[in-house]
């Protein structure tokens, strides 16, 4: 029975109340940023330590113990990071870093300047890059490491706030299950109960790999750059923990730094240059390309160009801590619309779609299989003849 008119204006009418429902959600998330990124924040925290309590539970580890032993672990990770992180910032500031640097650029601005002056008709004597593009890199640059410094304590303050937010969080966990169950009907509660189970098993192993996987990164960044003579190598070690967590972008921008480092470092000397890079791309594409995806599984199914999009749009959104969270939201956004039938076609536009590519080519070579059999059955008879 086709839909009347009244049916289709209805059914309209709910896709763009819809549509501005989430343009109206997403509206919020900006606006009250300060309130629900951390939240936000230590709940991923806790799908991360979320396997570790499961097992301790598993263990028959007391409650309040097992409690007391991650929130020390969340502390001391914290605390060493902040420590490793200040000190590479500490390290850029200071006359032997990044102002011992500003000379060189300045001579391989220069040189580069020569090569390309011909080609815009400008005098290769009086020619600069920099200039010409009117980026002053070296106040840039300090300015942020010196804004970072000197934000530590609002950066102490909100880590302080989302260290209580997990507390209660992990001190919440062992009801979720129980409220469902009396929240919802019984069809309804067990529907949600195992989308939360696969919501937590999905993000809780996609972060506790990508957590692996960016530290084993920037170990092998350091002492690759301890190896080759590569200045900073603690920084790059640090910025290749830190920008593994932002999909596709961040590995090209550490990868990137790393090249034009040594280009500044160790040109005119090219050979050298290229050592360098063929190194760092070779890690990254190691680990990122093909460890990280073997590991993963199938258990992330989203389309890199989706992903790329939601790093767009949580970056807009929440900024760098938005590029951090925008994959494994977006894995729990695909969860909860493949678990609600007026949302399911969402979750299947924003999936990989190999699934669907395999059924869609076995659909076609088993309708090309029928086709000719429906053709020989009819030539059949002529043959026969």
Known sequence: ????????????????????????????????????LPIAIAFFIFLLVSPLLSRMDRLRIPRLIS?????????????????????????????DGIPAYAPRVQSFDRYISAMIAPYLDENPATFSILRFLNIDWYGILMASL??????????????????????FIIMERKTIFPKL?????????????????RMNRQVSKYLLIKVVISIATGVMFYFASLISGLDFALVWGVLAVILNFIPT???IVCTAGTIIMAIIQ???????VIYISVLMISIEMVLGNIIDPRLQGVQLNISPFV????????????GIAGMFLSVPLTSILQIICANIPSLKPVAIMVSEGRDYRRRFEKSKRRKRVQSIDEHDDIEMPEHQE
Do not use: H
């Not at 209805?10 to 009250?32: E, H, M, P």
């Not at 530590?152 to 507390?167: K, Q, R």
């Not at 169950?181 to 189970?197: H, N, S, T």
């Open 1 to 36: 029975m086709n839909p009347g008119p009244q049916d289709t204006l209805k059914k309209q009418s709910r896709n763009i109340l819809a549509f501005f429902a989430v343009v109206l959600f997403l509206f919020i998330l900006k606006v009250c940023a300060d309130f629900i």
């Open 67 to 95: 409690m007391i032993i991650v929130m020390l672990l969340v502390l001391v990770v914290f605390l060493v990071f902040v420590y490793i992180f200040f000190l590479m910032v500490n390290m850029l500031i200071q006359a």
């Open 146 to 167: 010196t804004s970072i410094s000197g934000k530590f304590i609002s950066i102490l303050s909100d880590a302080l706030l989302v260290y209580v937010y997990l507390l």
């Open 181 to 197: 169950l009396e929240a919802f009907p019984r069809g309804k509660a067990q529907r949600a109960g195992q989308m939360v189970a």
């Open 249 to 251: 972008i961040g590995s």
């Open 266 to 272: 160790f040109s005119p000397d090219w050979g050298y």
């Open 307 to 318: 992903i790329l999009v939601s790093l767009a749009i949580w970056g807009y959104i929440w």
